[in-house]
């Protein structure tokens, strides 16, 4: 780690000091999370509220790891008694952790995109493939079509001759039908 890049302390800490109240992309987004949390418990509220605040934070300020983070808040890290217990009796749920388990397995399965458009571009002029990016291949699926099971739409012009010729067939089965009683 250089000199210049913050330590987990003063990144879990400036995370906490973020004014997410003026943040106006935030408070779009949260919104929409408690509209969808209304008829929820106000603990629930509370959690879908802090994991908004950590999901926006590490996607458009800085990257960290929650599990480290409600960790250090749990040994004593800055906050109050009170959001200490929180984050304790958060830990001991079974519920969150599978889901941020899950979530680091897959991205580590897959390779990471690139971080920024530059790198993106260095890579293709240089010829290089970009990681993440499957390659599709330039031929067609190969194997015989399937053939159609409906009928195709008839086209206006056709729908005029049909309805005109369904008219002049209901109109000779009706003399028929006359002629035959």
């Known amino acids: 780690m250089s000199a210049s890049e913050p330590t987990q302390e003063q990144i879990y800490a400036q995370f906490e000091s973020y004014n997410f109240d003026n943040d106006a992309t935030f408070q779009t987004g949260l919104k929409s999370i408690l509209n969808n949390n209304l008829g929820k418990t106000e603990k629930d ?3 879908a509220v802090r994991n908004a605040k950590f999901f926006y934070y590490s996607r458009f300020v800085r990257n960290f790891d929650y599990q480290q983070y409600l960790a250090w808040r749990a040994a ?12 304790q009796d958060e830990q001991q749920t079974t519920e969150a952790a599978p889901v941020q388990e899950a979530e680091s397995s897959s991205s580590d399965a897959n390779p990471s995109y690139p971080k ?3 790198e993106i571009c260095e890579l293709i002029a240089s010829g290089k493939p970009i990681p993440g990016i499957r390659q599709i291949p330039n031929n067609l699926a190969e194997g015989t079509p399937s053939a159609p099971k409906l009928a195709p739409k008839p086209k206006p012009w056709e729908r005029a001759t049909q309805t005109q010729q369904a008219a002049a067939s209901s109109t ?3 003399s028929v039908a006359e002629a035959s009683s």
Request: charged share 20%; net charge negative; hydrophobic share 20%.
């Open 76 to 87: 004593g890290g800055s906050g109050s008694a009170q959001e200490t217990h929180e984050i």
């Open 116 to 118: 920024s458009f530059q």
């Open 172 to 174: 000779s089965q009706a």
């Open 45 to 47: 509220q509370e959690d």
